[in-house]
Nanobody, 125 residues
């Protein structure tokens, strides 16, 4: 059974930093794209960042570019999201995702097959 478990969320002041982790078990995704998405209350789930299977290619939403960094460790089947210079508008539940079809990364929620349960990030002003 595949499981994705996020951790590292919490409450932080604007300008602060958090590092999210996503532990994965049940199968290896080392060849495939991983992604981070977020969903704020009353809004649709939106793309944040994606990384290719090799880790060589990354892509970010414009709203987080220059502040967030996605990375992965294929040896332990984990993916991370370093979030710096956080803003109140970054407040959301953050989800990690794994694809079984995409190698180079994707910003499309429909291209991901497995999802974690989410971790809450709250940024106070």
């Amino acid at each position: 059974q595949v499981q994705l478990v996020e951790s590292g969320g919490g409450l932080v002041q604007a300008g602060g930093s958090l590092r999210l982790s996503c532990a994965t078990s049940g199968r290896a995704f080392s060849r495939y794209a991983r992604g981070w998405f977020r969903q704020a209350p009353g809004k649709e789930r939106e793309f944040v960042a994606t990384i290719s299977g090799s880790g060589a290619n990354t892509y970010y939403a414009d709203s987080v570019k220059g502040r967030f960094t996605i990375s992965r460790n294929n040896a332990n089947n984990a993916v991370y999201l370093q979030m710096n210079s956080l803003k109140p508008q970054d407040t959301a539940v953050y989800y990690c995702a794994a694809s079984t079809t995409q190698y180079f990364g994707s910003n499309d929620v429909l291209k991901y097959d497995y999802w974690g349960q989410g971790t809450q990030v709250t940024v106070s002003s």
